[in-house]
């Protein structure tokens, strides 16, 4: 047809393909499999939310559209929340920036500072959509890998490589996007290691861009550092959050940046020309959430408390399950997610010829056998460094008892070859 002939996507989306998020999401509905592999919280939510929602939805503001660069009432309660956390005064006005979820944020941080041609350096394993930002800006990731040393079964002894690290900067090197909570691995970089990262960014003049989605989450007696709030590190860090993982509300998909202002402003004018405001409606409510939170954060009703403490727990019930039958997890200092290694099941996808990586062949296998869903960790590397991480695979620990229950079931029936 005439319009098929004529019609031609931009050539900067070429690299697209299925959505890998689509594809393993799909497969577990067509199997109504048991899903502990997508990071959605499929708990409830906690009552004073609900309530912060009820109270904003009779509010005739709460349904207009509210200021571009963050609804005042969020943008001041993330300012008085996270300016302790940064030893400074952050300005609500000119330092904050509420976005539709951290993937816009982090979309809108790409796209302000990546011109075509231009370099990041990423820690990888690492989110896929940072890749997707850097295609559709033009640029080229340089991924440098979290290598296992020593006692590989804990998520604190993946490491960088310092010279490989420091190899990566060229004068192409525009931004550094880094992840702590880390997803998948769940390593917190520590203050050690955050210090030698802004070190190396800060000789090559490089802007930090750094996830901390997972901040609310940190088990045992790890700590998150903000690499923001580390000397000299402020003004050329972005640090991007998000409500959805901080409450367990990903479907709200309200995040934030937090920066100096001539940062935060470049983030602003790509946000105007896209979603322009994130809804009015909950943002009101997650600003009268961080209120709620900050008046109980001493007893034992702090939400802050209990989200860690029970996802901990899920992690060790999950831990345990994997194993009794001779797999070795990966246990997490924090976040969401923990790796799975299961080399030693002697599992072979070879004969099924499907041209994919052994991780995504186990996957499907889990899913389709055994309705079980988990998620391949290849598809967080570039072809590089992919076989480090060969037969892992990853799993949520941010469910419900009833999933982590039925989860730890069917992960016991599975048998070594």
């Given at each position: 047809?005439?319009?098929?002939?004529?019609?031609?996507?931009?050539?900067?989306?070429?690299?697209?393909?299925?959505?890998?998020?689509?594809?393993?999401?799909?497969?577990?509905?067509?199997?109504?499999?048991?899903?502990?592999?997508?990071?959605?919280?499929?708990?409830?939510?906690?009552?004073?939310?609900?309530?912060?929602?009820?109270?904003?939805?009779?509010?005739?503001?709460?349904?207009?559209?509210?200021?571009?660069?963050?609804?005042?009432?969020?943008?001041?309660?993330?300012?008085?929340e996270f300016s302790p956390l940064f030893n400074r005064n952050i300005d609500?006005?000119?330092?904050?920036?509420?976005?539709?979820?951290?993937?816009?944020?982090?979309?809108?941080?790409?796209?302000?500072?990546?011109?075509?041609?231009?370099?990041?350096?990423?820690?990888?394993?690492?989110?896929?959509?940072?890749?997707?930002?850097?295609?559709?800006?033009?640029?080229?990731?340089?991924?440098?890998?979290?290598?296992?040393?020593?006692?590989?079964?804990?998520?604190?002894?993946?490491?960088?490589?310092?010279?490989?690290?420091?190899?990566?900067?060229?004068?192409?090197?525009?931004?550094?996007?880094?992840?702590?909570?880390?997803?998948?691995?769940?390593?917190?970089?520590?203050?050690?290691?955050?210090?030698?990262?802004?070190?190396?960014?800060?000789?090559?003049?490089?802007?930090?861009?750094?996830?901390?989605?997972?901040?609310?989450?940190?088990?045992?007696?790890?700590?998150?550092?903000?690499?923001?709030?580390?000397?000299?590190?402020?003004?050329?860090?972005?640090?991007?959050?998000?409500?959805?993982?901080?409450?367990?509300?990903?479907?709200?998909?309200?995040?934030?940046?937090?920066?100096?202002?001539?940062?935060?402003?470049?983030?602003?004018?790509?946000?105007?020309?896209?979603?322009?405001?994130?809804?009015?409606?909950?943002?009101?409510?997650?600003?009268?959430?961080?209120?709620?939170?900050?008046?109980?954060?001493?007893?034992?009703?702090?939400?802050?408390?209990?989200?860690?403490?029970?996802?901990?727990?899920?992690?060790?019930?999950?831990?345990?399950?994997?194993?009794?039958?001779?797999?070795?997890?990966?246990?997490?200092?924090?976040?969401?997610?923990?790796?799975?290694?299961?080399?030693?099941?002697?599992?072979?996808?070879?004969?099924?010829?499907?041209?994919?990586?052994?991780?995504?062949?186990?996957?499907?296998?889990?899913?389709?056998?055994?309705?079980?869903?988990?998620?391949?960790?290849?598809?967080?590397?570039g072809d590089q460094n992919r076989h480090l991480a060969a037969k892992y695979?990853?799993?949520?620990?941010?469910?419900?008892?009833?999933?982590?229950?039925?989860?730890?079931?069917?992960?016991?029936?599975?048998?070594?070859?």
């Amino acid at each position: 047809q005439w319009y098929q002939r004529r019609v031609r996507a931009a050539h900067r989306l070429k690299k697209f393909g299925v959505n890998l998020w689509a594809e393993f999401s799909s497969l577990a509905k067509e199997h109504k499999a048991t899903n502990i592999g997508q990071g959605f919280p499929d708990f409830a939510v906690p009552e004073f939310l609900q309530e912060e929602v009820r109270q904003a939805v009779a509010k005739p503001f709460a349904n207009w559209y509210t200021r571009a660069q963050g609804h005042p009432r969020l943008v001041k309660e993330l300012a008085t929340e996270f300016s302790p956390l940064f030893n400074r005064n952050i300005d609500p006005m000119k330092e904050v920036m509420t976005a539709v979820g951290a993937y816009e944020a982090i979309y809108a941080a790409i796209t302000a500072f990546i011109n075509e041609g231009d370099e990041a350096v990423v820690i990888e394993p690492h989110f896929d959509c940072y890749a997707g930002d850097m295609d559709l800006s033009g640029g080229k990731l340089i991924r440098v890998p979290l290598r296992p040393t020593g006692d590989s079964n804990f998520a604190k002894n993946w490491k960088l490589d310092k010279e490989e690290f420091e190899a990566a900067f060229s004068e192409r090197t525009k931004l550094l996007i880094t992840t702590t909570p880390h997803n998948p691995v769940g390593k917190i970089f520590t203050r050690e290691e955050l210090e030698y990262i802004g070190s190396v960014c800060e000789k090559h003049n490089v802007v930090i861009l750094s996830d901390e989605v997972y901040e609310r989450v940190v088990f045992d007696d790890n700590e998150h550092v903000r690499i923001g709030s580390l000397p000299g590190m402020w003004e050329r860090t972005i640090t991007i959050g998000s409500a959805g993982k901080t409450f367990s509300v990903t479907g709200w998909k309200i995040g934030w940046a937090l920066g100096p202002a001539n940062l935060i402003t470049q983030l602003q004018h790509v946000s105007s020309c896209s979603t322009f405001t994130a809804p009015t409606l909950l943002q009101e409510a997650v600003a009268g959430a961080f209120e709620y939170e900050r008046s109980v954060a001493e007893t034992d009703a702090a939400y802050f408390k209990w989200l860690p403490a029970k996802l901990q727990q899920n992690c060790q019930m999950l831990a345990d399950a994997f194993s009794d039958i001779g797999c070795s997890p990966v246990w997490p200092d924090g976040g969401y997610f923990m790796l799975v290694d299961t080399a030693d099941m002697g599992w072979d996808f070879a004969d099924l010829k499907t041209g994919r990586c052994y991780d995504v062949d186990c996957v499907k296998w889990l899913t389709r056998e055994f309705k079980l869903a988990t998620i391949p960790i290849s598809v967080f590397y570039g072809d590089q460094n992919r076989h480090l991480a060969a037969k892992y695979i990853r799993v949520c620990c941010a469910k419900s008892d009833e999933t982590i229950e039925k989860a730890c079931q069917i992960i016991r029936s599975l048998k070594k070859k």
